[in-house]
T-cell receptor, first 115, second 113 residues
Framework: ELKVEQNPLFLSMQEGKNYTIYCNYSTTSDRLYWYRQDPGKSLESLFVLLSNGAVKQEGRLMASLDTKARLSTLHITAAVHDLSATYFCAVDISPSGGGADGLTFGKGTHLIIQP | SAVISQKPSRDICQRGTSLTIQCQVDSQVTMMFWYRQQPGQSLTLIATANQGSEATYESGFVIDKFPISRPNLTFSTLTVSNMSPEDSSIYLC??????????FGSGTRLTVV
């Protein structure tokens, strides 16, 4: 059974600081997703990482994937209050080129960025 | 990427009743997925719906409780049957679009009283 572990689960930080959220998973996969969820809202796709060594950046967020270590990171640079949200990583173990099997989610990281 | 319209956005239901949630995708997709998000929790996959065949349910979810229809490549429904307060959750549908991305509907916030 695939397990996806995120840490930390709660993070309170000050604006301007840097921090990293970690996502470990237990089964071979080369497809890893990061989502943002604001309170009462649905999921917003942040990054889709599709291969070992993939690195993607959008604004103050950067995500990377190491499939050999089964680890993905979401790095926040110079945090701002607007980044406060819950961040989920999710893993897809569908065979490449085959039908989709859906995603297995981590528990989420509740991030609060204080001015 | 695919855009999914989900409704209702929220509902308050009496225990013992059923609620059907609808999702419409703006493009044809092979698979659609239904998730449950209990209060303050992560998302758990309920089932995968493939057009023209019965849905595939994850462990802990059964067809009698969560019947799913998938009549065509752009539409699916999830019914939450014989509801109890424990069914109070957010229910989300999802579809895989281009480039392996998964898009989510806006969610249905269900409260059972």
């Amino acid at each position: 059974e695939l397990k996806v572990e995120q840490n930390p689960l709660f993070l309170s930080m000050q604006e301007g600081k840097n921090y990293t959220i970690y996502c470990n998973y237990s089964t071979t996969s080369d497809r890893l997703y990061w989502y943002r969820q604001d309170p009462g809202k649905s999921l917003e796709s942040l990054f889709v990482l599709l291969s070992n060594g993939a690195v993607k950046q959008e604004g103050r967020l950067m995500a990377s994937l190491d499939t050999k270590a089964r680890l993905s990171t979401l790095h926040i640079t110079a945090a701002v209050h607007d980044l406060s949200a819950t961040y989920f990583c999710a893993v897809d173990i569908s065979p490449s080129g085959g039908g989709a099997d859906g995603l297995t989610f981590g528990k989420g990281t509740h991030l609060i960025i204080q001015p | 990427s695919a855009v999914i319209s989900q409704k209702p956005s929220r509902d308050i239901c009496q225990r013992g009743t059923s609620l059907t949630i609808q999702c419409q995708v703006d493009s044809q997709v092979t698979m659609m997925f239904w998730y449950r998000q209990q209060p303050g929790q992560s998302l758990t996959l309920i089932a995968t719906a493939n057009q023209g065949s019965e849905a595939t349910y994850e462990s802990g979810f059964v067809i009698d409780k969560f019947p799913i229809s998938r009549p065509n490549l752009t539409f699916s429904t999830l019914t939450v049957s014989n509801m109890s307060p424990e069914d109070s959750s957010i229910y989300l549908c999802s579809a895989q679009g281009a480039n392996y991305g998964y898009t989510f509907g806006s969610g249905t916030r269900l409260t059972v009283v």
